[in-house]
């Protein structure tokens, strides 16, 4: 097996290496140059355009002034060749995968400028901050006797963004104020209106008499803990992630302190039934470009279909199983609704009922965003699924 992947550099004369750390899972650059601030943001967007990394030697807080020229320009409008009037107008989907397709080459090209550390996770720039504590929830304790690092300086600046969320936390309405502190890569539950849903929804009386709940991929922990406020005695909560299945040990020692939910890495299911089963898969079916994106993206609906193909056999008598789901995929052209019907059909269940409701963030606000017409248009649902009778016709 090969070991760590190493970047290699010429500084003074002579061939230098480090590790290579990337937690988009990017591969070092091939040709990598020493720059620092007398390094214009033409020439740093030419290199970077090419490919070629930056090992920053100058000042950093210029290094950040650098990072934001570069995504200046590659922001900056382009001059589109008039389509011609019978040209048909690309499809939602074909959109969606322009979007990504820009969205991707636009974090390779930000990518390029480097920033060295030491073992210690210490930066010996002028004017560089302190990220020893980012970077250790991130990358583990440093030694400076590990060797030296290098990574990229917009992935540094989001260890020290998730730093901060988790530093600060986020006030969850639907706990009353109380707050959630995400972990980098686990997804934050920034948007309250599915959880607004799952406070509205009325409780399973299996459930309110004693029963069980199971939260699918838990993530921080915050709907287990939102099923806890709301009375439910037991919860497991299940997700395969180590660093979500952290997130919601933290979290849940302050939210849920008497014990009532019980944490397990599992992929999907835990063994047994529950009154209540939830789960909040990703939205989108599309293939993540990095590992930390698998919070949003879920290849061919993998966990939305094993969460109902495996429903029907984990639901105590009486149960319901709670789908939170948007239907920003429908506007999208990735999934359709009879798709997700069908399912739903074949993994033996029927939709009880729906909670809907329209979500409001600023991207649905933005006409100028290439998705805009479909984020206008999601709506997210709950959705009450229970056992299908024996005698139940088709959806």
């Known amino acids: 097996m090969s070991g760590p992947a190493r970047i290699v550099w010429s500084e003074a004369g002579e061939q230098r290496s480090a590790h290579w750390r990337s937690e988009s899972g990017a591969p070092p650059p091939k040709r990598v140059l020493v720059a620092d601030d007398t390094l214009s943001a033409d020439a740093a967007f030419r290199l970077a355009s090419e490919g070629t990394g930056m090992l920053w030697r100058g000042d950093f807080q210029n290094a950040r002034l650098l990072l934001q020229a570069l995504a200046r320009r590659i922001d900056k409008p382009r001059k589109v060749k008039k389509a011609k009037a019978d040209a048909p107008s690309p499809s939602p ?41 980012a970077c250790s929830e991130v990358y583990g304790a440093g030694d400076a006797a590990q060797g030296n690092y290098v990574a990229p300086l917009r992935e540094l600046q989001g260890l020290i963004g998730a730093h901060e969320w988790r530093k600060n936390g986020l006030a969850i309405a639907a706990l009353g104020g109380q707050r959630v502190h995400p972990h980098y890569g686990v997804f934050a539950p920034v948007r309250g209106d599915y959880m607004e849903l799952l406070a509205q929804a009325p409780l399973p009386p299996a459930l309110l008499s004693g029963g069980a709940a199971f939260d699918i991929g838990t993530g921080t922990g915050v709907l287990a ?14 997700d395969t992630d180590p660093r979500a299945l952290a997130c919601a040990r933290e979290n849940l020692a302050r939210l849920a302190p008497d014990g009532q939910v019980e944490l397990l890495q599992a992929d999907l299911y835990p063994d047994g039934a529950a009154a209540l089963v939830i789960c909040n898969p990703p939205w989108v079916p599309a293939r993540p470009s990095s590992p930390i994106e698998h919070a949003v993206y879920d290849p061919d609906s993998r966990m939305l279909r094993g969460f109902l193909d495996g429903l029907a056999a984990h639901l105590a008598p009486g149960g319901e199983g709670w789908l939170i789901l948007s239907d920003l995929a429908e506007h999208l052209g990735l999934r359709s609704r009879a798709e997700l019907l069908g399912w739903i059909d074949a993994a033996g269940l029927q939709a009880l009922h729906r909670l809907d409701v329209q979500p409001i963030h ?25 056992v299908k009778p024996a005698d139940a016709g088709v959806l």
Not at 114 to 126: C, K, N, T
Not at 228 to 238: F, I, K, L
């Open 93 to 133: 989907r074909d959109a969606f995968n322009l979007y990504r397709q820009a969205q991707s080459q636009r974090a390779r090209t930000l990518a390029m400028l480097l920033i060295e550390f030491d073992g210690a996770h210490r930066i010996g720039l002028r004017r560089a901050p302190d990220v020893v504590q």
């Open 225 to 238: 803990a939102l099923l806890v406020r709301r009375g439910a005695r037991r919860v497991v909560a299940t």
């Open 362 to 386: 600023p991207k649905a606000e933005d006409a100028s965003d290439p998705l805009h017409a479909a984020r206008a248009a999601e709506i997210t649902s709950l959705w009450r699924l229970v």
